[in-house]
């Protein structure tokens, strides 16, 4: 009888079609698909790229947190699943008699952990859901698989931790990792920073190397123990550009390289490709929505978590499978706080709210902030703050096009600031201050702060513009300015001519939104029973 209940479940599994994990309307296998074959063209000769999925994360107890997988490995094969690896050849080898160009190894079918967890793709999976070739069980990692590491001329990966959470569901991570490091004689104290800017002196010449110099003085800021590396003291030492070329010659050419990948990651997912703008457009959309929903429902006496609940039930009716990362509603003084996630003030005032939430929608994560006041009007002193901050993100965005870079939009939108606070009184015209603590832009995509090169700006990169005023209680100025904080931050979509503001549907002007608050909510009907 045993046997034949299991025999049952085995059958029922394998007629099942993933819908609930992966979604029709995702990206394809054959847009994963291209996205390897884009990495191979950034490759060196005789390479190959070795992808680890993110461990599983234990939350409390035998609870772990919902998956997440690393944003590299999904981007690469569209699989949501732990305990995998993916590797990437430069070319087409033979492996066990069969020309390949990649090996991807997944955890098996197993219809108890299905039936606690849900389901896995397992090998058939791979090939019939997300389009591969050939895959393989976890176990077979290593040696197993017919590939000899040592045959590569460079192995392409990222530091590995050391502290993978030791548990059972991690335990075939823990297990490729250890393998994989044997293989490749993995040293044992390997040091990033060093390795990063290694890459960095390699890849410079005669007219950048200027730059680069200046970019280790700010390392050196942060990491003053690189400064102990005798190349890298000499690089930044050296006399002329020239004197550096030598230097850099002298830096060692290893065969593990686990700085590269990062930079080629960078350049792939800069530039967003149509499906992805499709997906990107969505999560915004859904974002602005739930803006719009809480300028309606907010009032005095309502709480922060209450807030935070409208925006993410909103995410939810549309079916956004997770928010792109913690809500951030900060009543009065706490929108100070550039990352405040507590969100436990329980009785909002009539001083301003800024929230700052994304929807995440088929992996991609929005990224919208809007400040209003609760009492659905602004006082004189947060009118004239909000128009500071407004003013300077309107020059952002009109300045936004190709060709233009992230220093030139911050630059534009803070001059701005710096001159209206100087002119309000708030500080000394030409002094520094930490009223606008914070860049103005990054790219948005599979992650909030997502992969980019921060170069100049190109068609079909998504960032946000982000410029912000936060006068904490205690400031050195007059205190009818404190506890005043107001973010503006909106998606932008970079055009063959221009930009698009894809947040646009979120008002976000001092007339826009109090005009937004005049209207009722539906949400006002829903009254809930009282509990002591």
Not at 148 to 154: P, S
Not at 276 to 296: C, D, N, P, T, Y
């Amino acid at each position: 009888m045993k046997k034949t209940i299991w025999t049952l479940i085995l059958a029922i599994i394998a007629s099942c079609t993933f819908a609930q994990s992966y979604f029709k309307d995702g990206l394809s296998p054959e847009w994963h698909s291209q996205r390897r074959d884009e990495l191979r063209k950034l490759m060196p000769a005789n390479s190959v790229a070795v992808f680890f999925n993110n461990p599983v994360k234990n939350r409390t107890n035998d609870v772990d947190y919902v998956y997440h997988p690393n944003t590299d490995f999904f981007y690469l094969t569209g699989l949501r699943e732990p305990n995998s690896v993916l590797l990437v050849f430069s070319e087409e080898r033979e492996v066990n008699g069969e020309m390949l160009n990649e090996q991807i190894f997944v955890q098996n079918r197993d219809p108890r952990a299905e039936m606690w967890n849900g389901k896995r793709l397992g090998v058939q999976g791979m090939i019939s859901e997300l389009g591969f070739d050939e895959a393989l069980l976890n176990s077979e990692f290593g040696a197993r698989s017919g590939i000899n590491l040592e045959d590569f001329d460079k192995i392409l990966t990222f530091s590995l931790s050391e502290n993978i959470e030791e548990s059972r569901a991690n335990q075939p991570l823990i297990e490729m990792v250890e393998e994989f490091k044997t293989a490749i004689a993995y040293p044992e104290k390997l040091n990033e920073v060093s390795a990063q800017i290694y890459n960095m002196i390699k890849n410079s010449d005669l007219e950048t190397s200027d730059r680069v110099v200046q970019m280790l003085n700010r390392y050196g800021n942060q990491y003053p123990d690189m400064m102990e590396d005798p190349l890298i003291n000499s690089y930044m030492n050296a006399e002329s550009p020239e004197k550096r070329m030598v230097v850099k010659g002298q830096i060692p050419d290893q065969k593990l390289d686990i700085a590269s990948l990062g930079s080629m990651m960078d350049v792939l997912r800069e530039v967003k490709t149509p499906e992805e703008i499709i997906l990107l457009k969505k999560a915004v959309k859904i974002s602005a929505i739930g803006q719009i929903e809480v300028m309606k429902a907010a009032k005095a006496g309502m709480t922060e978590r209450e807030i935070q609940g409208v925006h993410e039930f909103i995410y939810k009716r549309y079916g956004a499978e997770e928010l792109g990362y913690p809500s951030i509603v900060g009543g009065g003084n706490n929108g100070c706080i550039l990352h405040y996630i507590e969100n436990d003030k329980r009785d909002l005032t009539d001083r301003l709210l800024l929230m700052d939430l994304g929807a995440e929608w088929r992996g991609y994560t929005a990224d919208v902030t809007r400040t209003i006041p609760v009492s659905g009007k602004f006082n004189e002193e947060e009118r004239a703050i909000y128009e500071l901050v407004y003013q300077a993100q309107e020059a952002g965005i009109a300045l936004s096009g190709p060709g233009v870079t992230f220093r030139e939009i911050d630059a534009a939108g803070r001059k701005i600031i710096d001159e209206g606070l100087a002119k309000l009184g708030i500080i000394k015209k030409g002094t520094d201050h930490m009223y606008f603590p914070h860049g103005t832009s990054h790219h948005i995509g599979l992650d909030v702060h997502d992969r980019g090169t921060r170069d100049v700006l190109k068609e079909g990169v998504v960032f946000t513009i982000e410029p912000g005023i936060y006068i904490p209680e205690g400031s050195d100025c007059d205190p009818k300015w404190w506890g005043i904080a107001v973010r503006i931050e909106d998606d932008i979509l970079i055009t063959s001519d221009g930009n698009i503001n894809l947040s646009e549907d979120a008002p976000r002007s001092v007339a826009a939104i109090e005009e937004m608050m005049k209207i009722p909510s539906v949400l006002e009907e829903w009254v809930l029973p009282e509990i002591d």
